[in-house]
């Protein structure tokens, strides 16, 4: 322990350098950590809207095929079955349209998860954005009751950013089952 009041001043100099160099090193490491996070969030993003698209082609085609093969099995069944003509073309129209209610749901509900899945990629981004923010003013702090203040407001702050994003993919959540639904109830065709 320093006696002399110089040497307690150079050593409260060097302590407080080496403060400032553990929270500039902290801060650098929550840098980098918060560009990775937003990185891998951006990329996700890119994967899940391939993989949407992809998706929603593959249900196109496969759409397409089930209609054939349903026109093809109705037209046997009803060879098989002795069903006229006309019985035949309802009921393969019929399913038909059942089939056209389905896709178009299910396009409207791929439409909705992939919106989901921005809202909460924008979340992440905003969040490692307002981290680094938080990072800078921890640096300054000069008390450690500023410092715990701080950080129960960055608590505060991220709890209220994350109840506002699931408050906005509930409601956007809500909408889109409630298109699907509507378009599936006004294609829909009651059997004869």
């Known amino acids: 322990m320093a006696t002399n009041p110089r040497q307690a001043e150079r050593e409260a100099s060097d302590l407080g350098q080496e403060t400032r ?23 996700g ?13 593959s249900w196109q ?10 026109q093809r099995s109705m037209e046997e069944l009803s060879k098989l079955f ?13 399913s038909s349209d059942n089939i056209q209610a389905v896709m178009a749901s299910t396009s409207i509900i791929a439409g909705g998860l992939q919106d989901l899945a921005s809202e909460w990629i924008r979340f992440v981004q905003a969040r490692s954005e307002q981290n680094l ?25 991220s709890l209220e950013a994350f109840l506002q994003s699931a408050h906005r993919t509930s409601e ?20 004869h």
């Open 21 to 43: 160099k553990v929270v500039d090193q902290a801060g650098q490491t929550g840098r980098t950590i918060a560009d990775a996070a937003q990185r891998t969030a951006r990329t």
């Open 45 to 57: 993003a890119e994967t899940l809207q391939r993989n949407l698209e992809s998706g929603a082609e």
């Open 61 to 70: 085609n496969g759409t397409d095929a089930a209609n054939r093969i349903a």
């Open 82 to 94: 002795g069903f006229s003509g006309e019985t035949a073309r309802e009921t393969v129209q019929q």
């Open 133 to 157: 923010d938080h990072l800078n003013q921890l640096r300054e702090c000069r008390s450690l009751q500023d410092c715990v203040a701080l950080q129960t407001q960055i608590v505060r702050d």
């Open 172 to 191: 956007r959540t809500t909408q889109f089952a409630s298109t699907a639904m509507r378009q599936m109830s006004n294609t829909s065709i009651a059997p």
